[in-house]
């Protein structure tokens, strides 16, 4: 008890108890270097979730739309310390959105300047622009005709004051800023690093559409990594580098050791054929000695089912084709067959999993 007073007169110095039996406290609570009045009435058995706060006007307009809050809180604080910190975080949030609502409007010259650097880009490169133009999203194309975004967030005093950006890049995207930093010239930098990264997005594109990506499910233009389906049992994941995208990528073979290990073999026996001149997936076939199927081809093979299996394993839950899920169990040596019940493990996490196969072979 002792500890828990010491803590709250350290954290909150000037709100002090008003009684020796402790239930009223009163002083303030400080926040971004404002002290606010308040006062607290707790019962005789000092549970805060029958307290009362009382507040003064002006805490209590700051609070307006936290209240819902502020009263979860107090529920459920174990203790007098462990609420104050509480609604001091409450209060800083409160006071940084108020903030941002009353914070000055841009002078004139910032949305004449604004809008005369848009008109020499093009109109047509402006994809939107919330109401005070301070968030602006321009769009550009690179050689090979992908389009890509750049999110430009404005601050009041642009252009003496440069812009934050963002943008959909597999590497970090480094603005030269100059006292005068302006949208043109950070446009500028923005086609200068499409170009640079053209052909890793030729490389990406490639796999994606000449063979079956099984992750991500819906790449970005940031990602790097690639799971493909080498088989109905098995799929290598590569790391490529976005600087030097044709160069040999990190792999990992993954499926039944009796599909992967020859891969890794064939891997290690050939990398000397590995050409930088020419793609990326022509190499792989090559090293690798493979065709990679297309996703046409595997999901005929399924004839358009829905995965009708789900691993036993709850924090995994991946579901699978019965088809897929009898071929990996049948490729694994551990695997082994109770009456018409194959037992092994799951392609994913590695965990036991069942397939309970109907009457007719899968």
């Given at each position: ?22 239930t009223v406290y009163e ?71 108020k903030q941002e609502i ?122 790097t990594a690639r799971r ?135």
């Amino acid at each position: 008890m002792e500890e828990t007073e010491a803590s709250l007169l350290h954290q909150c110095p000037l709100l002090l108890p008003q009684n020796r039996a402790k239930t009223v406290y009163e002083g303030f609570i400080t926040a971004q270097g404002r002290d606010f009045h308040i006062k607290i009435l707790l019962p005789e058995d000092l549970q805060l979730k029958n307290a009362r706060l009382l507040c003064s006007w002006q805490l209590r307009t700051i609070l307006n739309g936290y209240h819902q809050i502020v009263q979860q809180r107090m529920k459920h604080s174990p203790d007098l310390m462990s609420f104050m910190m509480e609604l001091k975080m409450v209060l800083e949030v409160a006071l940084k959105n108020k903030q941002e609502i009353h914070a000055l409007p841009p002078p004139p010259q910032f949305y004449s300047s604004l809008i005369e650097e848009i008109g020499i880009l093009g109109w047509d490169k402006l994809v939107s622009a919330d109401s005070c133009f301070s968030t602006v999203k321009l769009k550009a194309e690179d050689a090979s005709g992908r389009e890509h975004l750049i999110t430009l967030k404005l601050k009041a005093k642009y252009p003496a004051e440069s812009p934050d950006c963002s943008v959909d890049f597999p590497v970090s995207f480094s603005v030269s800023r100059t006292p005068q930093s302006s949208i043109i010239s950070i446009y500028s930098q923005f086609l200068a690093a499409l170009e640079s990264l053209k052909a890793f997005w030729d490389v990406m594109d490639e796999i994606d559409e000449k063979t079956w990506v099984l992750e991500p499910e819906k790449p970005t233009r940031s990602a790097t990594a690639r799971r493909i389906a080498v088989g109905h049992n098995a799929s290598i994941n590569i790391e490529v580098d976005p600087r030097h995208p044709t160069m040999l990528p990190e792999c990992c073979f993954l499926g039944a050791d009796h599909v992967v290990k020859p891969l890794g073999i064939k891997l290690s026996r050939n990398i000397h054929l590995w050409d930088p001149e020419n793609t990326l997936l022509q190499n792989l076939k090559d090293v690798l000695e493979i065709d990679f199927p297309a996703r046409t081809i595997l999901e005929k093979s399924l004839d358009g089912a829905i995965p009708d299996q789900v691993c036993d394993n709850p924090q995994c839950g991946q579901p699978f084709h019965q088809i897929c899920l009898y071929e990996w169990l049948r490729g694994l040596q551990t695997s082994r067959q109770s009456f018409n019940i194959l037992f092994g493990e799951c392609p994913y996490c590695s965990k036991p999993i069942t397939l309970k196969m109907s009457g007719r072979k899968p």
